[in-house]
């Protein structure tokens, strides 16, 4: 194992405890003023398709986001986990509809909805810094899923979602992770373009 995915590997550990130490304390969890700096710098009238998830465990809760985006009158989906590729895809997600519970125990849209290819994707962290750089759970779907876009120059943005105390002064990078565009928390909205 080399050294930046052993880092990883155990920044994982660490950074786990510490939003469940978070998600216990924390009082708010989404704020519409910082959601809505995002019109700063991307023209709504222009997305259609927003791609955000369902959190689980100690995630900062994606119920209130969820809800702005339909309030907005943008097409929802969530990601799924296919076991033949090791990107992920994005089905619709109806009003009120029962999840199934997909690989990794993460809750998916049913099989039959509607496949969608998201212009803005609001996306799970388990750290951030400054730079742009989020950690994730290791699978790497979301940094595979976001080169095979850019590879076919598709223009889109990425926002991770999380708690402002997950924040990490450098977060290790290998040459295949993806750099957001932004990162939204509970108390305020950070820019990398």
């Known amino acids: 194992m080399n050294d930046i995915v052993s880092q990883k590997k155990n920044l994982r550990k660490f950074l ?16 519409v003023e910082h959601f809505n700096n995002l019109k700063d710098y991307i023209n709504f009238e222009k997305i259609k398709y927003v ?54 125990k993460i809750p998916e849209p049913k099989n039959q909805n509607e496949e969608i290819l998201p212009q803005l994707f609001f996306v799970p962290c388990l750290g951030f810094d400054l730079h742009g750089y989020r950690i994730g759970y290791g699978g790497g779907f979301y940094d595979r899923t976001f080169a095979k876009l850019r590879k076919l120059n598709l223009k889109f943005y990425a926002v991770g979602f ?19 565009d932004f990162v939204l928390t509970e108390k305020q909205l950070y820019s990398f373009i």
Do not use: C
């Open 16 to 31: 786990i405890q510490k939003r469940e130490r978070i998600k216990k304390s924390s009082k708010i969890e989404f704020n």
């Open 51 to 104: 791609a955000s998830f369902s959190s689980i465990r100690s995630e900062i809760s994606t119920t209130q986001l969820n809800d702005k985006i339909i309030e907005l009158n943008k097409v929802l989906s969530f990601p799924i986990v296919q076991n033949h590729t090791q990107e992920l895809i994005f089905k619709k997600v109806n009003f009120n509809e029962t999840l199934n519970i997909g690989k990794f």
């Open 162 to 180: 999380a708690f402002d105390e997950q924040k990490e002064n450098l977060i290790p990078k290998e040459k295949f992770d993806y750099k957001l």
